[in-house]
């Protein structure tokens, strides 16, 4: 059976055109962590990414050891996305610059049958393979994003402003306002590996909740 690769498959969402474009985004499976800190600079941020690797990669991985839940099929673990916020505001990507005060909704995509019994058999799992990490910091979540604009932004991460003010003028320009709320927020879509890849090639989706006037 051929692997389900993620980001070819669902191009509308991971392959948007640098240009800003209006999407419709259904619910999907996510395991989460969430916190606060800079992530450039906090541990709390690089052990939520342990955490959520290492219980997607279990699951992905199941097949080995023969544990793998009814439904599976081969799959590209999908990228790493984020939700960013701030305490007292709704963040828009560029009103908040000290980065300390961000807090995130990191997150991955699972396939839709990982279910609650399949992701606790998970976090079991990955305490025994890595105690030092606490895999109960996590959540197994439906998410259901909405209507939104979203661009591809080339680039570091921090000149991604160029790319917000592209989306702010084209959902205004469309007849849209944006429509951040507590469960609506800035996301972020990981699609380049920053270890791996030079500051002005990075490939991020940015995405913004929207509504019509």
Not at 73 to 97: A, Q, R, S
Not at 116 to 124: C, D, G, I, N, S
Not at 127 to 137: A, G, R, Y
């Amino acid at each position: 059976m051929e692997k389900l690769d993620y980001k070819k498959e669902y191009k509308d969402l991971y392959q948007p055109k640098k240009t800003p474009s209006v999407i419709d985004v259904p619910e999907m499976t996510f395991i989460t962590v969430e916190g606060k800190g800079n992530p450039n600079t906090c541990t709390e941020y690089k052990n939520a990414l342990e955490i959520l690797y290492g219980l997607s990669f279990t699951i992905k991985m199941s097949k080995m050891n023969g544990t793998q839940p009814e439904g599976y099929f081969e799959y590209t673990v999908p990228p790493l996305e984020g939700l960013w916020f701030c305490d007292g505001i709704f963040f828009d990507g560029m009103n908040v610059t000290d980065k300390d005060k961000f807090k995130w909704i990191s997150m991955i995509r699972q396939p839709d049958f990982v279910t609650e019994k399949v992701f606790e058999q998970a976090r079991t799992a990955l305490s025994k393979k890595k105690p030092q990490l606490d895999p109960n910091k996590a959540k197994l979540i439906k998410y259901t994003e909405g209507l939104c604009v979203q661009i591809m932004h080339i680039g570091s991460y921090d000149s991604e402003g160029e790319s917000i003010l592209k989306l702010k003028a084209f959902a205004e320009e469309k007849g849209y306002r944006e429509d951040f709320s507590h469960s609506r927020l800035h996301h972020e879509l990981y699609l380049s590996d920053p270890r791996r890849c030079a500051k002005e090639k990075l490939k991020t989706v940015i995405r913004h909740p929207i509504a019509k006037k």
